[in-house]
């Protein structure tokens, strides 16, 4: 079984491609000069494919490399300019040295509009896709494993294609499921997975999730974003029943959350029994786990992020974090200070999502102070540096570790009022 119209989102596969097996060195062959080429983000990066055109910098003039969310910088970041240009539709501060070369352009964008950037047409249209998958799995078909979402769209629509195959791939089922037929070269390496370790959280963000779950009922459907304090959320949540999944990435988390039984999807109103998500963000215990596994689904980001979908999943509960927001309700989850932290990614399609899904919750979690208490996270107006990250008509609750602030259909004034009783008692005065 699998989600029933979960696979109907997915573009059109393409004209059959020549699913060669080639050299390294034939596959950078296979890169022309002054193009495009997309490098699968975030677990799924291709490493060896990126390592060795590193080493073969002086094969091109100029290239232009397109990504999101990187956890590392790539090694051909040393060459930032002569000849790699970045185009990064999720900045992290993994591309800031490419920022300090001047040679990186940005793309505000939510997660759920790459595709359209990505595509024919689009700012920054692929013309070469790097993609890592599984060997054959028991239906003789490869598998990105981790790398769902916009990856498993866009290796359908790129015009062309080159795999590594990675025994070390975890195979998933879902839209990350493609034929040979349907990449034009692989190339055939082995190399653990790029991974990201959620390190423990402290008394601040267990106090943050503890609250975060205090809003959580039996049977939601969860989405969270990366960090402490939505990972924290989650495991205050394991005495929870019948939760389900539906977002952006299965972690490690979610194997915990799964092992206690509280998640198990069995009332969720779209694709029961299922967890869904975009890919796989975690370590070696979560690719072990995601791998053949008949409950896990990876799907594009038509249905991860598609706010028509989202709206159809009756107890949707997004759970996210932020750097700041004003005292008006405006979000900043990208930028502190002068530090690029991340772009908006999922949130504000996740936002957009709970607003309409029937008795659907948005969670935005975050410390009250920063810089060791000296700064308020909860400020009087964002800074003109600042960019909106969710406007403040989507921003339903807010939790610090002094509690939640409920601002749905609340004034101005109320909303004040109500963010201000959750900001640090040092810094409530100046709101």
């Avoid at 490098?39 to 494919?49: D, E, K």
């Avoid at 004034?413 to 900001?423: D, Q, V, W």
Wanted: proline letters at 7%; a negative charge.
């Amino acid at each position: 079984m699998e989600p029933t119209d979960a696979l109907a989102y997915l573009p059109a596969p393409g004209p059959r491609r020549e699913g060669r097996l080639v050299s390294m060195s034939q596959a950078l062959d296979a890169i022309a000069e002054d193009i495009n080429v997309y490098v699968a983000p975030i677990c799924g990066v291709p490493t060896a494919l990126v390592a060795a055109m590193a080493d073969a910098a002086d094969r091109w003039r100029r290239l232009t490399i397109v990504t999101d969310y990187l956890i590392d910088p790539l090694p051909l970041f040393e060459h930032a300019g002569a000849p790699f240009h970045v185009v990064s539709l999720q900045p992290t501060p993994a591309v800031e040295a490419v920022r300090r070369a001047g040679a990186l352009r940005t793309i505000s964008c939510s997660y759920g509009q790459y595709l359209t950037h990505l595509t024919a047409g689009g700012r920054a249209a692929v013309d070469v896709a790097l993609v890592q998958v599984s060997p054959p799995g028991p239906n003789g078909r490869h598998s990105l494993g981790v790398g769902g979402g916009v990856t498993a769209e866009l290796v359908r629509q790129a015009p062309f294609v080159i795999a590594e195959v990675n025994p070390r791939m975890p195979f998933t089922h879902g839209a990350t499921e493609i034929d040979r037929h349907e990449i034009d070269l692989l190339v055939e390496v082995e190399h653990p997975l790029v991974e990201l370790a959620v390190p423990a959280g402290d008394d601040v963000s267990n106090a943050i999730g503890a609250n975060a779950a205090s809003q959580v009922p039996d049977g939601a459907t969860l989405e969270f974003g990366i960090g402490a304090i939505p990972e924290a959320v989650l495991m205050a949540l394991r005495t929870r029943t019948d939760l389900g999944l539906h977002g952006g990435m299965i972690s490690d988390a979610v194997v915990e959350l799964t092992a206690s039984g509280a998640l198990t999807g069995a009332r969720k109103s779209l694709d029961p029994g299922f967890h869904v998500g975009a890919g796989v963000v975690g370590t070696e215990h979560a690719f072990r786990w995601v791998d053949r596994n008949p409950d896990v689904f990876v799907c594009g980001s038509a249905y991860s992020h598609g706010i028509p979908v989202l709206a159809r999943q009756a107890g949707f509960c997004a759970i996210n974090s932020a750097i700041e927001i004003s005292a008006d309700g405006e979000v900043n989850a990208e930028v502190a200070g002068e530090r690029v932290v991340s772009g908006p990614g999922g949130q504000p399609d996740f936002a957009a999502g709970a607003n309409l899904a029937p008795g659907g919750i948005s969670l935005i979690t975050l410390r009250s102070t920063a810089a060791g208490g000296k700064i308020s996270r909860i400020v009087d107006r964002l800074p003109v540096t600042s960019p909106t990250t969710v406007p403040r008509h989507l921003l339903d609750r807010v939790v610090t570790e002094y509690g939640v602030a409920e601002l749905r259909g609340r004034s101005p004034e109320e909303r004040r009022e109500a963010l201000r009783a959750i900001a640090h008692p040092d810094h409530r005065d100046g709101l």
